[in-house]
């Protein structure tokens, strides 16, 4: 099934973890609303602008799909509202920033990025229908663990 023109279903729902402890990563009518509109709000517009594959890394996950991840069954993953991914070639800091910029999310995530290393972490950004917070975070690791602050 597509979603937009250069997205499907499959790409986004694609999990190799669901694949192998068999769990059902099949998206609700609900879910499949939300993954289209994620795919025509930001994943589309996205390709569109850098006319590069948009490789996703993680879309949709099954709320026990989460859980198995050591994710929240909360997340929007689970609602279908959030991809990962990342462009090669392009440094996932321009190219978070170009999404801050020019697109509307709710939240977007420059995850792991090191300056170093320009093709370091991955790009999380969600989208939602309705009273996106236009939320821009890096995640790093402190100590261990995994914190949140603001993009430099």
């Not at 597509?2 to 998206?27: H, M, V």
């Not at 795919?39 to 006319?51: E, G």
């Not at 991840?69 to 321009?94: C, P, W, Y």
Request: neutral net charge; glycine residues 6%; aromatic residues 10%.
């Amino acid at each position: 099934m597509s979603l937009t023109k250069n997205f499907s279903l499959l790409e986004l729902t694609k999990s190799q973890t669901a694949e192998r402890k068999g769990i059902d990563n099949t998206p609700s009518a609900e879910h499949q609303d939300n993954l289209k509109s994620l795919c025509t709000n930001v994943l589309q517009p996205i390709r569109d602008h850098f006319s590069r594959v948009v490789t996703i890394s993680s879309g949709y996950r099954s709320p026990t799909l989460c859980v198995a991840l050591g994710s929240r069954s909360t997340s929007q993953h689970a609602k279908g509202e959030a991809a990962d991914f990342e462009i090669f070639g392009v440094s996932n800091k321009e190219l978070a920033d170009w999404i801050n910029e020019n697109l509307d999310y709710d939240q977007l995530i420059l995850e792991y990025w090191k300056e170093s290393d320009p093709n370091s972490g991955w790009v999380h950004c969600s989208y939602t229908n309705s009273g996106n917070r236009k939320q821009y975070l890096r995640a790093y690791k402190e100590d261990g663990k995994t914190k949140y602050g603001q993009v430099l």
